[in-house]
C-alpha cells in the first residue's frame, strides 16, 4: 500500500519569489513514480512533473523542478519565480509499479501568491 | 487532439435517481480508472480496468457500477444515487509503458440533494 504526507494545507509566497511544497511519501514497492499535479480554481487536473524511483536526477519542467530524496523517502515541488497563475491546490501522488496502476494522492497544498 | 472527454461536466439530481457518467478516451489506452475528489481528502480510487472486460474496485466502490466494453469508454453509473455522492468526479487513462503517465478528464461535479 501507498500512503502520501503533505503537511502543509496552506502555503503563502511573494510573486517572483521560489517556495517548496512538502510531500513525503510511504511505500513497499521497489519500483515506483512520483508526480506533482496542479488543480486551479476551474477544477481540471494539470500534470507538472514526474520522478521515478530508479531516476538518478531530479526532475526539471520549466520552472518547476522536484527535489527527490530517496533515503528520506521525500518528494519535494519546487516552484522557481511564483507567478500569480500559480495559485492553485498542489497534489503530490504516487504509483507504485508492482501494484494495480493506481495513483494515491495526498490531500494537497492550497498555494497563494501575493503581488 | 489526445484527450479523455467526460459527459456532463455538471449534474445536479436527486437521491434515488439512476445515472450515468460517461468517459471516453482516443489513445488506445488500455488502463482506465475513476477518482472521486472530496475536500481534505484528495482523490480517491473507485474502480479501474486494465482492458476491455477487466475492471475491479478500488478504494472506495461501494454504491457505483463500472463497465469496460470498449477501449475507449469507461462509464461510471450510479444505481442509486445518494447525497454522500456528491463529489468531483474524475476519469483517468494511460498506456502501460513507463514513465507512467495518466491523463486526467475535465472532471463532473456531481451534486446529489
Known amino acids: 500500500a501507498q500512503k502520501i504526507t503533505q503537511t502543509q494545507p496552506g502555503m503563502f509566497v511573494q510573486e517572483k519569489e521560489a517556495v517548496t511544497l512538502d510531500c513525503t511519501y510511504d511505500?513497499?514497492?521497489?519500483?515506483?513514480?512520483l508526480f506533482w499535479y496542479k488543480q486551479p480554481s476551474s477544477g481540471e487536473m494539470i500534470f507538472l512533473i514526474y520522478?521515478?524511483?530508479?531516476?538518478?536526477q531530479n526532475a526539471t519542467e520549466g520552472r518547476y523542478s522536484l527535489n527527490f530524496q530517496k533515503a528520506r523517502k521525500s518528494a519535494n515541488l519546487v516552484i522557481s519565480a511564483s507567478q500569480l497563475g500559480d495559485s492553485a491546490m498542489y497534489f503530490c501522488?504516487?504509483?507504485?509499479?508492482?501494484?494495480?496502476?493506481?495513483?494515491?494522492f495526498g490531500k494537497g497544498t492550497l498555494l497563494t501568491v501575493n503581488p | 487532439e489526445a484527450q479523455v472527454t467526460q459527459n456532463p461536466r455538471y449534474l445536479i439530481t436527486v437521491t434515488g435517481k439512476k445515472l450515468t457518467v460517461t468517459c471516453s478516451q482516443n489513445?488506445?489506452?488500455?488502463?482506465m480508472s475513476w477518482y472521486r475528489q472530496d475536500p481534505g481528502l484528495g482523490l480517491r480510487q473507485i474502480y479501474y480496468?486494465?482492458?476491455?472486460?477487466?475492471?475491479d474496485k478500488g478504494d472506495v466502490p461501494e454504491g457505483y457500477k463500472v463497465s469496460r466494453k470498449e477501449k475507449r469508454n469507461f462509464p461510471l453509473i450510479l444505481e442509486s444515487p445518494s447525497p454522500n455522492q456528491t463529489s468531483l468526479y474524475f476519469c483517468?487513462?494511460?498506456?502501460?509503458?513507463?514513465?507512467?503517465?495518466?491523463?486526467f478528464g475535465p472532471g463532473t461535479r456531481l451534486t446529489v440533494t
Open positions: 501522488a504516487m504509483v507504485g509499479y508492482g501494484s494495480n496502476y493506481k495513483l494515491t
Open positions: 489513445m488506445n489506452h488500455e488502463y
Open positions: 520522478q521515478g524511483s530508479y531516476d538518478e
Open positions: 480496468s486494465m482492458n476491455v472486460e477487466v475492471t
Open positions: 511505500t513497499s514497492d521497489q519500483s515506483y513514480g
Open positions: 483517468a487513462s494511460s498506456l502501460y509503458k513507463r514513465p507512467w503517465r495518466p491523463y
